[in-house]
T-cell receptor, first 113, second 110 residues
Framework: EAGVAQSPRYKIIEKRQSVAFWCNPI?????LYWYQQILGQGPKLLIQ????????DSQLPKDRFSAERLKGVDSTLKIQPAKLEDSAVYLC???????????FGPGTRLTVT | GENVEQHPSTLSVQEGDSAVIKCTYS??????FPWYKQELGKRPQLIID?????GEKKDQRIAVTLNKTAKHFSLHITETQPEDSAVYFC?????????FGTGTSLTVIP
């Protein structure tokens, strides 16, 4: 079984620029999560999708972050404009059901200079 | 729920000894409690999980216990090995919410 795929693996941008991350979950997994993991901290849930609908986005900074999962499969997370404090690893995870075992992708390490 | 406290933040044990990591939560609606292991530069991987209708679960050298009354759950690793060295995160799932603890950096000294 193929795992969760993410791209790019690394990204360096200047503050105020825009960036987008892509995630392809495990086939058949209805639930998709985006997390932000700042160095030395635990993952922080940004947004959770069930198929193509948003289940929870209470911790997503909506003034600059957006995410979509249009066809209920792949998802993109965008930051526009980026700030220095957005430097982190952005992890995508998927699970078969809500409140179920989550499988994480390799993450995208974002550095904002 | 939102407040998941994890202790200790760092833990060093001798190889062969046991390690215990504790988490407390505040949301009485929480019903799913996984533990993840994250090695340096790698993705978190689930090592064990427990649901609120169970008090204890064991998988070889790893066990998790849940005390719903006190709102805390613990990870127990017995006969620790150097490859157990990593950061361990607890998490707490309640409905649509999912919160991770702050992590415990475990070092197993050979």
């Amino acid at each position: 079984e193929a795992g969760v795929a993410q791209s790019p693996r690394y990204k360096i941008i200047e503050k105020r620029q825009s960036v987008a991350f892509w995630c392809n979950p495990i086939s058949g997994h209805a639930t998709l999560y985006w997390y932000q993991q700042i160095l030395g901290q635990g993952p922080k849930l940004l947004i959770q999708f069930q198929n193509n609908g948003v289940v929870d986005d209470s911790q997503l900074p909506k003034d600059r972050f957006s995410a979509e999962r249009l066809k209920g499969v792949d998802s993109t997370l965008k930051i526009q404009p980026a700030k220095l404090e957005d430097s982190a690893v952005y992890l995508c995870a998927s699970s078969l059901l809500l409140v179920h075992e989550q499988y994480f992708g390799p993450g995208t390490r974002l550095t904002v200079t | 729920g939102e407040n998941v406290e994890q202790h200790p933040s760092t833990l060093s044990v001798q190889e062969g000894d046991s390690a215990v990591i504790k988490c407390t939560y505040s949301d009485s609606a929480s019903n799913y409690f996984p533990w993840y292991k994250q090695e340096l530069g790698k993705r978190p991987q689930l090592i064990i999980d427990i649901r609120s209708n169970v008090g204890e679960k064991k998988d070889q050298r790893i066990a998790v216990t849940l005390n719903k009354t006190a709102k805390h759950f613990s990870l127990h690793i017995t006969e620790t090995q150097p490859e157990d060295s990593a950061v361990y995160f607890c998490a707490d799932g309640a409905g649509n919410q999912f919160y991770f603890g702050t992590g415990t950096s475990l070092t197993v000294i050979p």
